[in-house]
């Protein structure tokens, strides 16, 4: 079995559940957050659209420098409405499983660099950019998003099994 067929059911499930949760978000809650410290609800939806977007860095390019010198910095994803912030999220879920699912296993293996301002933060094997960068980054985020849903009163979506919500998956 090809390292790529391995992450791809994975992924598929990953995807779906998190697009089941961006599903919830409310438009009229964009600029809500839970704490001075925390991300609003708009914004944490948008890095979970962005997410996927890793993948296809992570897999197409050699490294990803967020602060590239003489360049402006990355720029975060602010959706302007539910539809864009889908629409971001299908895009880059579709482009991450095309570059998954045609990388070879020699590919996969190579390293792949996080930089900043043109200095090596950290290398690692595209495998490992799928899993943590793509895959567990989207839970973690994901997880956010859903207590955010909750003290918001917006039914949460069962994900691994029932939610307070869901009596089903």
Not at 23 to 30: G, I, L, M, S
Request: proline content about 8%.
């Amino acid at each position: 079995m090809k390292l790529s067929e391995m992450f791809l059911p994975e992924f598929d499930q990953e995807m779906a559940n998190t697009r089941k949760t961006l599903e919830r978000v409310p438009a009229d809650k964009w600029d809500w957050k839970p704490h001075d410290k925390s991300m609003t609800l708009g914004r944490l939806a948008g890095h979970l659209a962005e997410i996927p977007g890793l993948g296809i860095m992570g897999i197409t390019r050699d490294s990803l420098d967020f602060a590239p010198p003489g360049a402006p910095p990355m720029q975060p994803f602010v959706a302007k409405s539910k539809e864009e912030l889908l629409e971001k999220f299908d895009n880059n879920k579709a482009g991450a499983r095309t570059a998954i699912a045609e990388a070879s296993d020699e590919h996969l293996m190579k390293s792949w660099s996080l930089m900043r301002g043109g200095k090596t933060l950290l290398t690692m094997p595209r495998t490992a950019v799928v899993r943590s960068f793509v895959l567990n980054h989207m839970i973690h985020h994901r997880a956010q998003l859903g207590v955010y849903l909750r003290l918001n009163n917006i039914p949460v979506p069962s994900i691994y099994g029932p939610s307070a919500d869901e009596g089903q998956m």
